[in-house]
């Protein structure tokens, strides 16, 4: 176990944290008597706030390429295909995992399925 931060205030705001990773608080009150028994154990973990897009397409010699931004740099998403844009996501099809770049751009070619129907895309980060 090891400090994080003293403070003489009645908030903190823990930066630089990983996304996923879980990290546990426990909290010590000082005053002119001493420090206090810890408090009980909280946990937090931090998720990206990004909403990733699609926010570009080309269709050329049977080949669909899906461009678009806004991802968690390096993390995984699907292109999920329906011809049902009511369905639940559950139903739609998964045609391709990827990896954002490491600007949370991406773009995908060539998606099996994607061609001679009309569909609809859409990303699922996991």
């Known amino acids: ?25 426990i909290v010590i009150a000082y005053d002119s008597g001493g420090p206090s028994i810890d408090s009980p154990a909280a946990s937090a973990t ?3 706030t990004n909403l990733p897009a699609i926010n570009g397409f080309t269709f050329s010699r049977n080949q669909l390429n899906l461009s678009g931004a806004g991802g968690t740099p390096n993390a ?15 139903d ?26 009309q569909n609809f895309y859409r990303l699922q980060v996991q």
């Open 1 to 25: 176990m090891f400090g994080v931060a003293n403070t003489a205030g009645t908030t903190y705001t823990d930066t630089n944290l990983l996304n996923g990773s879980t990290y546990y608080y």
């Open 76 to 90: 995984y998403f699907s292109v999920l295909a329906s011809t049902n844009l009511l369905l639940p996501v559950n």
């Open 46 to 48: 931090p998720f990206s």
């Open 92 to 117: 739609w099809v998964r045609l391709q995992t990827n990896q954002f770049d490491s600007n949370g751009d991406f773009s995908c070619t060539n998606l099996p399925g994607a061609v001679g129907y």
